[in-house]
Nanobody, 121 residues
Framework: QVQLAESGGGLVQPGGSLRLSCAAS????????MGWYRQAPGKQRELVAN????????TYADSVKGRFTISRDNAKNTVYLQMSSLKPEDTAAYYC??????????????WGQGTQVTVSS
């Protein structure tokens, strides 16, 4: 079993900042990448940012480039999303995802429960 524990969501005013964290635990043999998706009401889930474990290569959605920063702590199997200059359109449920292999298994994606981010004055 694999668990993803997310934290850091909440209510923030436009222009403010939040940091999301996601820690993966359980029977992890190899962790390939971690990232964040978000889903606003009535919209499809979309990639926000992703980071590879081996070389740290990052990918960002165009809408968050220059405002969000993804980072990782490999020793803790943890990924962070620092969000700055937040806008009302960033309001969504944010989901952590980990691409990993369990002992004796093929790589699969595992999802967290989601954490709500609301940007409003």
């Amino acid at each position: 079993q694999v668990q993803l524990a997310e934290s850091g969501g909440g209510l923030v005013q436009p222009g403010g900042s939040l940091r999301l964290s996601c820690a993966a635990s359980g029977s992890i043999f190899r962790l390939y990448a971690m990232g964040w998706y978000r889903q606003a009401p009535g919209k499809q889930r979309e990639l926000v940012a992703n980071i590879r474990n081996d070389d740290g290569t990052t990918t960002y959605a165009d809408s968050v480039k220059g405002r969000f920063t993804i980072s990782r702590d490999n020793a803790k199997n943890t990924v962070y999303l620092q969000m700055s200059s937040l806008k009302p359109e960033d309001t969504a449920a944010y989901y952590c995802v980990a691409r990993l292999a369990m002992i004796g298994g093929a790589p699969t994606s595992h999802w967290g429960q989601g954490t709500q981010v609301t940007v409003s004055s």
